[in-house]
């Protein structure tokens, strides 16, 4: 299964609602998990099986979808939100999409 | 408190090998698939490996199937990917993850350089 995110880079102000995009090239059945990339770090799930919020993560930040369209939500951006995020699925083996990056306006 | 701490990593040429080593902490390591992912310098994510809770099952991408092994020590709570035949493209950084659901958590990572 191939994910391909949108948009590739975002702008945006700090507390707007700022939308994520992640479609499969296949049913992902809502296996389906987000993670956030700052700079120099390691990864950290934000986000797993769609919707559950991982332990510790702020409430701002949201899943949502299904079939092949998924979606990551941040309510009101911060400026530590800025980072790189990566979808994941884990439907049909392992597969990470390409990234958006979401930078400050 | 979980951690995973990886090591092992460093300069390599073309066709060596090099093995990895994750040490793991705060959690019961044989209860959980455990994973290595890379990421090429400002690159996305690429999933390594992936084990069972007792060894029994490993999973690969294409990419690299033939050329590494993942491997664990339950009693010691290490997880380890022994890389041969590298190449170039298998500079990265390998980061070790456990596996629930998601990788619910990580390793701060290891630099492994491929080149001569």
């Known amino acids: 299964i191939q994910l391909t995110q949108s948009p590739s880079l975002l702008s945006a102000s700090v507390g707007d609602r700022v939308t994520l995009s992640c479609k499969g090239s296949?049913?992902?059945?809502?296996?389906l998990a987000w993670y956030q990339q700052k700079l120099g770090e390691a990864p950290k799930l934000l986000i797993y099986?769609?919707?559950s919020l991982q332990t510790g993560i702020p409430s701002r930040f949201s899943g949502s979808g299904s079939g092949t369209d998924y979606t990551l939500t941040i309510s009101s951006l911060q400026p530590e939100d800025v980072a790189t995020y990566f979808c994941?699925?884990?439907?049909?083996?392992?597969?990470f999409g390409g990234g958006t990056k979401l930078e400050l306006k | 408190e979980v951690q995973l701490v990886e090591s092992g990593g460093g300069l390599v040429q073309p066709g060596r090998s090099l093995k990895l080593s994750c040490a793991a902490s705060?959690?019961?390591?044989?209860?959980?698939?455990m994973a290595w992912v890379r990421q090429a310098p400002k690159k996305g994510l690429e999933w390594v490996a992936t084990?069972?809770?007792?060894?029994?099952?490993?999973y690969y991408p294409d990419s690299v199937k033939g050329r590494f092994t993942i491997s664990r020590d339950n009693a010691k709570s290490s997880l380890y990917l022994q890389m041969n035949s590298l190449k170039s493209e298998d500079t990265a950084t390998y980061y070790c993850?456990?596996?629930?659901?998601?990788?619910?958590?990580w390793g701060q990572g290891v630099m492994v350089t491929v080149s001569s």
């Open positions: 099986n769609t919707n």
């Open positions: 994941y699925q884990y439907n049909n083996g392992w597969t």
């Open positions: 296949q049913n992902i059945n809502n296996y």
């Open positions: 993850a456990r596996e629930r659901t998601s990788f619910d958590y």
């Open positions: 705060g959690f019961t390591f044989s209860n959980y698939y």
């Open positions: 084990i069972s809770t007792s060894g029994s099952r490993t």
